[in-house]
């Protein structure tokens, strides 16, 4: 891989995270509120009445709104971490965002700023993996230019920044594999802890790091000992950071957290997903569900660079497997091949539930990047001739371009719909065979179009029973007083039904009357409004 002067690396790198900033402030407002936002949010306000009661009753009971906020064992989403959700809630007081619309756009700032330091842990792993800063930043602008990735990145709570706490702790856990400390321990266990205070899937953490620190003490016999006392700090710090951030677990530690474990494999309701054009029930996806789906949603050039990794680390590894594993970069690649493969594996076995195609996983996506940067470093590789060598790294480094300025261009032409994307596969055969827009993002666009085009006081809105929430939560970005003519009823009684046909993904019979109003996004439609006469 081509070096740049080491002049060049903080202004490069300054200049790139100053443009991800700016790019979060400049478009933060233009998301829709997602399907999960209002729960997610309601989830960290029952947490924060729970947590005031325990530890300020007397204030707490002062409190007037706490009377309309359920408590602890009313809260039907119980088992997701809220380490996130609670400070999120605070801020909201803080910085007085009492009006929904100054609510979401609150978050949604705070959640990519969240998502852009995870980006940067990205950055260190890779530059330390690599052992420079150039393929630190273009693992970064691989990162950063993965569309749906960006768009999710603004409202998506539960994935995006888990994929934040768990790349940071994949950082601090190598820099703990390197040189032991005690500081370093805390600091692992702090990130390992959000971790699983976001997804109870954080506990993948806990297994890479005693695993691969007893396969360090075994390859350098030397740091046995303060490693194992790392360790050995690591694992009650971790426990107690669990705790401490997700009040559900305080009165039954243990119990809760096995109860929310085995919540992510037996999900509460029967829902259907569209995959490869049928309706299938979540309890029945076939293997292939979640490969399939990282597939269709990854840019092809990235693909073909993890290809070309794997292929690389597998020849690397099948020569001489031994000598690898002494060496601390086979050890370092072994950890991302396990951070990657383990989850998918783990999932297809166990039959877990997933759904919105492969959101649940995103987490293994750093990695999915840290094998494509590998496959680059190994084009430069002189294996195979010095004339093919040289085209090899021409093809790579066109491919690495060509793929950044495409994903680039796919942004900024869908945006903000970027959550639609599918790399190869042409519109109508993406909308006849997968979900679509499964967040509900556009249904804030389709409001605003009607509001936009009917000037009565009050305006009927409706939509399919179960696709309901999608209507609510994108109303809240309305202003006030567009907010105030809109009113949302059944579908039966609305003068204007909207949908994003989730559930519904075939076409609408005559009598909801002609649509007036429909979103495109490459050729996928996702959103389309009809007008009764």
Not at 156 to 167: E, G, H, I, R
Not at 272 to 287: A, E, F, H, K, T
Not at 365 to 376: D, S
């Amino acid at each position: 891989m081509p070096l740049l002067p080491d002049s060049l690396r903080r202004p490069l790198v300054l200049a790139f995270f100053a443009v991800v900033t700016l790019l979060g402030l400049a478009l933060h407002r233009d998301y829709g509120v997602s399907w999960d936002e209002q729960l997610d949010r309601l989830n960290g306000i029952i947490s924060v009445k729970y947590v005031a009661l325990r530890l300020a009753p007397a204030l707490a009971r002062r409190q007037e709104s706490f009377a309309a906020i359920p408590d602890m064992s009313q809260n039907e989403d119980v088992d997701h971490g809220v380490i996130f959700q609670m400070p999120l809630v605070v801020l909201e007081k803080l910085v007085g965002a009492d009006d929904p619309r100054a609510v979401y756009f609150l978050r949604h700032l705070v959640t990519f700023f969240t998502v852009t330091a995870g980006l940067y842990a990205f950055y260190r792993l890779a530059r330390l993996r690599f052992g420079s800063w150039v393929p630190g930043l273009l693992g970064a602008a691989l990162l950063l230019l993965s569309p749906r990735f960006f768009a999710e990145a603004f409202y998506n709570y539960k994935d995006l920044v888990f994929l934040a706490f768990f790349t940071g702790a994949i950082y601090t856990l190598s820099r703990l594999l390197r040189r032991p400390s005690p500081g370093r321990a805390l600091t692992h266990a702090l990130l390992t802890g959000a971790a699983l205070d976001v997804r109870t899937m954080g506990v993948l953490l806990v297994a890479f790091t005693v695993f691969f620190a007893a396969l360090e003490m075994v390859y350098r016999p030397a740091i046995r000992q303060s490693l194992l006392r790392a360790v050995l700090l690591y694992v009650p710090v971790t426990a107690a950071v669990v705790v401490a951030g997700w009040p559900y677990l305080w009165e039954n530690p243990v119990g809760h957290f096995l109860a929310a474990f085995q919540s992510f494999s037996r999900y509460r309701s029967d829902m259907l997903v569209q995959y490869w054009g049928q309706q299938i029930s979540v309890r029945d996806l076939p293997w292939h569900y979640a490969p399939v789906w990282l597939l269709i949603t990854t840019p092809v050039p990235y693909t073909l660079l993890f290809l070309g990794g794997v292929g690389s680390l597998g020849l690397t590894a099948a020569r001489r497997p031994g000598a690898w594993l002494r060496t601390r970069t086979g050890r370092q690649d072994l950890l991302v091949a396990v951070w990657f493969f383990a989850p998918l594996a783990a999932i297809i076995g166990l039959h877990s539930v997933l759904y919105d195609g492969w959101r649940h996983l995103y987490f293994i996506y750093p990695a999915f990047l840290l094998l494509a940067l590998r496959g680059v470093a190994a084009s430069g590789a002189d294996r195979v001739g010095s004339g093919a060598a040289r085209w090899l790294r021409v093809a790579v480094q066109l491919l690495v371009v060509g793929g950044l300025l495409h994903s680039t261009y796919r942004i900024g032409r869908d945006h903000p719909y970027q959550n639609v994307y599918f790399s190869f596969l042409p519109g109508p055969v993406a909308e006849r065979l997968f979900e679509r827009d499964y967040w509900g993002l556009s249904g804030r666009r389709g409001l605003e179009w009607i509001l936009a085009h009917d000037p009565s006081a009050r305006v009927l809105v409706g939509t399919d029973a179960r696709a309901s929430l999608v209507l609510h939560n994108n109303h809240l970005l309305l202003p006030p007083a567009e907010r105030a003519r809109l009113v949302l009823t059944t579908g039966a009684r609305a003068r204007y039904f909207l949908t994003t046909y989730r559930w519904h993904p075939g076409s609408y019979p005559a009598s909801y009357g002609p649509e007036v109003y429909c979103i495109r996004v490459n050729g996928v439609k996702i959103l389309s409004v009809f007008r009764r006469p």
